[in-house]
């Protein structure tokens, strides 16, 4: 896997087909501006391929991801990355399963992510970002990846599963270590699961902590899955760890990147800052226009018969990327989709996918959003990036950027 670069990206190559051929979420010359090199290929044709990472067909339209996302008996999840690693002993739980396996597990999971839960548990989640922005209000200026956008995602997971906050530290470590180190220097899939096990023994421990504390009357994550069934029966220890362990993965990374590319945009537009400070009840029109804008998430999906779309023949076996952020951009599903509108009014982006793999945990992710864009500009109305400052973006499974130094204040705006 490249590493991600900064303003001095690699060249792109010269041709159209040859940047086709060679697309890949890892490609150095994607990292920075992948948008641009995906508008060209959506109007260039619905369905290309790229021969990187063995080979995978790219469906570049909003309906035609949409599509595939309603038909999951034709696009199995079994391979949700491209290239695809086995990083656990088993499927990962429910996000590469299919049919009525899948099914059953998203009835076990469904109820402890509904906004009944994020609403209980809302008070805490707002308190978190509220003693994670006093400290960057004190001292004026911030790197705010770190100090925020990764903190905040990390501090709700830790209270929607009843793990206490004197655990971040030790989650943020393992995650970020394996995420940078661990997954992409792994040479193979035991290397992966290697890596991966501090964290499936982190979340090992969590769970034994609650069975010996007791689950009743408990509304957490990890209480209700110890309470809840599968398929007539108890989830199993490590079923319940290979939940816990996707739901962070699926989480973390892709909140905190949406956080990055948000406060981003908002950075250099101070006209959004005012709005927000000032009528704070349009942020949730705000952060689903901001999420549509500015493209997170991509995953991929395995062909399983054949089928034909736009006179191109998808064979048994292929692999398919979906670009569900991405499809925001699509200008035959959005107006002027290149333009930030509050007043849109369509505003049904696919940025937590569709279909019944859609985000178990986007109900967690959109409060989140919104509460970190009410508090922030309750206490720092005004900022903008520091000056010779330039953010390192990546183009990932979860886009975003690696920093961005903020300087606050209304005097520091360019």
Same mark, same amino acid.
């Given at each position: 896997m490249s590493k991600p670069v900064g303003a001095a990206a690699a060249q792109a190559p010269e041709t159209l087909d040859e940047r086709i051929t060679h697309w890949s979420l890892y490609q150095p010359w994607l990292q920075q501006d992948p948008i641009s090199h995906w508008n060209e290929i959506r109007d260039h044709a619905p369905i290309v391929r790229s021969e990187e990472a063995g080979g995978f067909w790219i469906l570049t339209r909003y309906e035609d991801i949409e599509w595939a996302a309603k038909n999951p008996e034709i696009f199995s999840s079994a391979q949700v990355g491209i290239p695809h690693r086995k990083v656990f002993p088993?499927?990962?739980?429910?996000?590469?399963?299919?049919?009525?396996e899948h099914r059953k597990w998203r009835q076990t999971l469904s109820d402890l992510f509904n906004p009944g839960v994020v609403q209980h548990f809302a008070p805490q989640i707002r308190r978190a970002a509220v003693d994670s922005i006093g400290p960057i209000a004190e001292?004026?200026?911030c790197e705010f990846v770190s100090e925020f956008a990764t903190a905040l995602p990390a501090e709700t997971f830790l209270i929607t599963f009843g793990i206490g906050r004197e655990h971040l530290k030790a989650l943020l470590d393992h995650?970020?270590?394996?995420?940078?180190?661990?997954i992409p220097n792994a040479r193979t899939d035991e290397d992966i699961r290697a890596a991966n096990q501090p964290l499936w023994d982190f979340f090992g421990e969590a769970i034994d902590r609650r069975r010996a504390e007791g689950t009743e009357g408990r509304r957490d994550v990890i209480s209700a899955m110890l309470r809840t069934t599968y398929d007539g029966r108890e989830p199993t220890r490590d079923e319940v760890i290979n939940a816990l362990f996707v739901s962070m993965l699926a989480s973390l990374d892709t909140t905190t990147a949406a956080l990055s590319l948000i406060f981003l945009h908002l950075a250099a537009h101070p006209e959004i800052q005012d709005l927000i400070a000032a009528s704070p009840g349009k942020v949730p029109a705000i952060a689903e226009e901001l999420l549509r804008h500015s493209p997170v998430s991509s995953t991929g999906r395995l062909v399983t018969r054949d089928v034909e779309r736009h006179g191109v023949v998808l064979r048994e076996g292929d692999r398919v990327?979906?670009?569900? %952020?991405? +499809?925001?951009l699509d200008p035959d599903?959005?107006? $002027?989709?290149?333009?930030?509108d509050f007043d849109r009014t369509k505003t049904r982006h696919l940025a937590f996918g569709a279909g019944p793999h859609r985000c178990l945990g986007m109900h967690v992710a959109r409060r989140i959003l919104r509460i970190a864009l009410e508090e922030w500009h309750a206490r720092i109305p005004h900022y903008a990036l520091t000056? %010779?400052? +330039?953010?390192?973006?990546?183009?990932?499974?979860? $886009?975003?950027?690696?920093?961005l130094d903020l300087t606050l204040g209304k005097g520091e705006r360019p």
């Open positions: 088993a499927k990962q739980i429910p996000i590469q399963l299919d049919g009525d001292k004026g200026h995650k970020t270590w394996l995420r940078r180190e661990g990327l979906l670009s569900w %952020g991405l +499809s925001g599903a959005f107006d $002027r989709p290149d333009e930030v000056p %010779g400052t +330039s953010p390192v973006h990546h183009y990932s499974p979860a $886009r975003g950027v690696l920093n």
